[in-house]
């Protein structure tokens, strides 16, 4: 067994972060994200070094983080390969006042200003500031054990 075998055990929510850089549009699937505090408003993801998309998150001043939905595995799959333009083929999101891209039925989103980058180990943890967000009907879309699925909730 692996290190990654083992922390695929772990269950996380699945997101598509986009950047605008560059009057382009960015994106990559990430299941690093996480809320770092609510006052200031702040999350984090990380980005590993090597990726094509390292410079247009680390300096395009900020990103848009939207959770997929239950049924957006094929979305989450698309933009985990191939260039920008096959990722972005065929979606017609909504643009967010920073310009960034808000995917379609995604069941929350957040718009940040980049706050602060750290170092860590070969990838870059992007600490962002909220600066707008909202949530739309679903369930998120889960991933482990290298596949995806949903939470569902216990009964009460």
């Known amino acids: 067994m692996s290190l990654r075998d083992a ?19 960015w994106g990559m699937t990430c299941n690093s994200f996480n809320t770092v505090s609510l006052d200031p408003a702040l999350v984090l993801w990380s980005v590993g070094r090597s990726s094509h998309s390292h410079e247009a998150f680390v300096k395009g001043g900020g990103y848009l983080v939207n959770v997929l939905e239950q049924s957006q595995a094929g979305l989450a799959q698309q933009f985990s390969r191939g260039t920008q333009a096959q990722r972005f083929a065929g979606l017609q999101g909504e643009r967010a006042a920073s310009g960034r891209l808000r995917l379609p039925r995604a069941v929350a989103w957040f ?24 949530t739309g009907p679903g369930r998120g879309l889960a991933y482990a054990r290298r596949q995806f ?3 569902e909730p216990l009964p009460a």
């Not at 922390?7 to 549009?25: I, L, N």
């Open 7 to 25: 922390m695929s055990c772990f269950a996380t929510g699945v997101t598509v972060v986009t950047a605008r850089y560059q009057d382009a549009d």
């Open 149 to 151: 699925g949903t939470v």
């Open 111 to 134: 718009d940040c200003r980049l706050w602060q980058v750290l170092p860590a180990g070969d990838h870059d943890i992007l600490i962002g500031e909220v600066q707008d967000f909202g």
